[in-house]
């Protein structure tokens, strides 16, 4: 019998005897460095940011003896003088138990798109002692690529608040990436590599995520020094602040893609040079990838992670993803675990308690390589434990499910719920409510945690909200009732109309039931115009025209919000990009049909009605703004040699995402600003290409429309203007306007 079959079968006992689920003792290194006081401290620090001087009615206290293996508990409990007593195991614990409590109890709702702070006074008696404890020993956060789709420009205001959001909703094992290429530079002079051989193995900042994977290099950079020392500084406050909350940062390692300089200091180096990534040339991909096995890989390994070791302290957990949407140069099981072996190496040759944390997004993307052979091998490269496999895309392809669980790895079931950064409202909500709890009660799970894995955030806050909630729960949760309260505490009243309203869209758009499907916004409106567009929708369009129908109702009582104005622009703007599909689906068919007069009315509707509104209703909320995105990303500059570096950074990854539209759209937003300069201007060029074709009697080419509308595409990124970053408008008249106008266009579609 193999060495592998006896591994898995050990395991599977060992399993059996523990009960539902495995347990790791190897994990239990993995555990809070701050003191009990200094998690206190970090809480009630964030309770003054929150509530200001409502926050001393709150006395918190963190005592680890709280937890049984260590998982979370908060325990909360009224005083004679109506304050709230919050003791956890965590400052994370405390952090979640009171913003149950502030939820449950108080109505109230903190989001990326605003909060609802209204605080009853005196706060709400709690009779005896409220318990919130967790079943999951870790709650993940963060996807590799949402430093780059989402925190790229973010300065420390805009990371202690989603430090501050990350502990009220229990996140306690957060990615913590920023700042490495710093550490790598270092490293990398210490090789021996010149100044212009680092320079140019760097992308520009929006595209880091993608060069840390090994899939790119050199596009949109240099790096200015400038930046490298602004990213350390950010890093030394990001992980001092997780740190005292009681979070366990995991930090990066050794992924094997080295600079082409590498090759010059060592000739004799197994280095594989792979093919293009995602349409780019090998100007800018066809990374060098350094064969674990060779002895080089151990040394640069060592070294860097001793640089973050030095430099970052470590909590024993690092991430790193040597074939991340990359096949291997071999399927033999035994170069497989060869190669997890030496990565993992690397590791513990620093930080003998290391585990290494890996997304496991491979296993689904490529699909065709890894078989269950190949998995396994890879796994059991690393000893049993040693080792946690982020489930990345749990809700629509469980992987642990179809692979033993995996193989007796632990990992984390993870909900990735979006791509690019795209705006659109989407969920998968009753997927969510079960898959944990069916990972849970899985034939020997090896579950041990759930998190959520957005390449991009900062949208659709109700699935997130659900997601992390769900992480404190032992069964899932009546879906009807949970959005019901979710749409009182959201607005802090209660409205009819509102909670009827969330309930079409609950069960409607935030509903995907499509099996693996995947969130791109593959809308009309947000995709470069042609005859073979994606007008599919998962959900019924009549149950968002009636939820934006309830929302007009009820909005002039709850303009005040900043949370109803967010959720107003977004249903509405959802509401016109479906409008879009439509229009040009009539477009096509006036074309196809040679009727200019319909050509003409249709498109023009659209040109010079739909698309101005729904910019002018982007610009009327302020985080629907282009400017903001450019501001933010100019203001990371010394100079304004780097502004412009920095700008076009930050446009183009929006956008033509590549020099030429590599990966076109795929990080597509609906702002105000991009709107009226980018998707409207192809349209416009589109609809004009049809009717000159029409009128001269020629046939419509893609091919030359396509080198036609590249060059608007590329003149957007250049086009030097700067764009509004405060609102403008007054969002309830523009929706008001709006409704009249396209609300009974909408109904007599679904006729």
Sequence with gaps: MSQRRICSLVLVLICLLVGVHCK???????????????????????????????????????????????????????????????????????????????????????????????????????????????????????????????????????????????????INL???????EALWQEVYRALGLNESEIEEFFSGPAFLAWNRMGN????????????????????????????????????????????????????????????????????F??????????????????????????????????????????????????????????????MTAVDPDAVW????????????????????????????????????????????????????????????????????????????????????????????GIGMTPEGIEQNPVIYELMSELAWRKEPVNLAKWVSLYAVRRYGSMDANLTAAWKLLFFGVYNCTVPHYRNHNHSPLVRRPSFHMNTSLWYDPADLFEAWRLFMEAAPSLMSKETFQYDLVDVTRQVLQVLTAYYYQDIVDAFHNKKMPELLTTGGVLIYDLLPELNRLLSSNSNFLLGSWLERARSMALNEREAQLYDMNARNQVTLWG?????????????????????????????????????????????????????????????????PTKRQGDTYDITYRIFLKYYPQAVKRLL
């Design 24 to 170: 790791f003792p190897s994990l239990d290194r993995i555990r809070p460095r701050a003191s009990d006081k200094a998690q206190a401290r970090a809480v009630s620090g964030l309770l003054k940011r929150l509530l200001g001087n409502r926050s001393s009615e709150f006395i918190v206290s963190v005592n680890r003896s709280l937890s049984n293996e260590l998982l979370d508990v908060c325990e909360l409990r009224s005083t004679k003088n109506s304050k709230i007593v919050a003791t956890g195991s965590t400052g994370v614990a405390v952090a979640s138990g009171i913003y149950n409590y502030l939820k449950y109890f108080c109505n109230c709702h903190i989001s990326w798109s605003g909060n609802q702070l209204d605080v009853p006074s005196p706060l709400p008696r709690l009779t005896g002692v409220l318990r919130i404890n967790t079943p999951h020993r870790f709650r993940y956060y963060q996807n590799v690529c949402t430093f780059s789709y989402s925190a790229v420009w973010w300065d420390w205001s805009r990371w202690e608040t989603e430090i501050d959001w990350m502990a009220l909703n229990g």
């Design 174 to 180: 957060p990615l913590a990436f920023t700042g490495q």
């Design 216 to 283: 790119m290099n050199t596009f949109g950079g240099p790096l200015p020094q400038s930046w490298h020392v602004n990213q350390l500084y950010l890093q030394f406050k990001i992980l001092e602040r997780m740190r005292n909350f009681g979070m366990m940062p995991v930090l990066p390692a050794f992924s094997g893609h080295i600079p082409k300089g590498i090759l010059r200091l060592y000739p004799k180096a197994n280095v594989t040079r792979l093919g293009p990534w995602s349409h780019f040339n090998c100007s």
């Design 285 to 346: 991909s066809c990374s060098y990838i350094l064969d674990p096995l060779d002895p080089l890989f151990l040394q640069i390994g060592s070294l860097f992670l001793s640089q973050v070791v030095k430099q970052f302290s470590t909590d024993h957990i690092y991430n790193t993803d040597t074939f991340n949407e990359m096949s291997p140069p071999s399927a033999d099981p035994d170069y497989l675990s060869a190669v997890s072996r030496s990565v993992f190496a690397s």
């Design 357 to 448: 944390l890996m997304q496991g997004w491979l296993f689904f993307s490529d699909a065709t390589f890894w078989k269950p052979t190949q998995i396994q091998a890879l796994l059991h490269g690393v000893p049993i434990g040693r080792m946690i496999v982020l489930d990345l895309f749990a809700e629509a392809n469980p992987v642990f499910s179809y692979t033993q669980s995996f193989y007796g790895q632990p990992f984390i079931w993870c909900m990735l719920q979006n791509f690019g950064g795209n705006n659109g409202l989407f969920g998968t909500v009753e997927s969510i409510n079960s898959g944990p709890f069916q990972a849970l009660s899985f034939p020997n799970s090896t579950i041990v």
């Design 659 to 723: 020099p030429s539209g590599e990966i076109l759209d795929y990080a597509n937003k609906e702002w105000g600003g991009l709107m009226e300069d980018y998707y409207a201007q192809r349209w416009g060029l589109f609809v004009q290409t049809l009717v000159e074709c029409l009128d001269s009697g020629q046939p419509y080419k893609q091919d030359t429309f396509n080198q036609a509308v590249s060059q608007v595409e590329k003149g957007f990124i250049y086009n030097g203007r700067k764009y």
